[in-house]
């Protein structure tokens, strides 16, 4: 049973900054890969980002690179994703999920909750 709870999100304005994280319990050190997963209002659901548990990150996505870092501290059992420069577009429910491999959110067995980002303009 793995549980992932999200934390950090919240109201900032264009080019602040936030930093998530997604604290794990469980067997979540049974899956190679986290991810964090967004969805904003009227889109679907993309994957921003994935680290192994190593700390090889394997993907960002490109509307991100350069502004997003992935990160992962395993003795916390916690993975975090640093969010600069923020952007209006970037709003949007921040989830990280495990549990899968790819880039679908269809890969991914665990979830948490979400915490709502909202950057205003």
């Known amino acids: 049973q793995v549980q992932l709870v999200e934390s950090g999100g919240g109201l900032v304005q264009t080019g602040g900054s936030l930093r998530l994280s997604c604290t794990t319990s469980?067997?979540?050190?049974?899956?190679?890969?986290m991810a964090w997963f967004r969805q904003a209002p009227g889109k679907e659901r993309e994957c921003v980002a994935k680290?192994?548990?190593?700390?090889?990150?394997?993907y960002y996505a490109d509307s991100v690179k350069g502004r997003f870092t992935i990160s992962r501290d395993s003795a916390k059992k916690t993975v975090y994703l640093q969010m600069d420069s923020l952007k209006p577009e970037d709003t949007a429910v921040y989830s990280c999920?495990?549990?899968?491999?790819?880039?679908?959110?269809?890969?991914?067995?665990?979830w948490g909750r979400g915490t709502q980002v909202t950057v205003s303009s």
């Open positions: 999920a495990t549990g899968g491999a790819g880039l679908s959110s269809d890969d991914y067995e665990y």
């Open positions: 680290i192994k548990w190593s700390g090889i990150i394997t």
């Open positions: 469980g067997r979540a050190f049974n899956w190679y890969t």
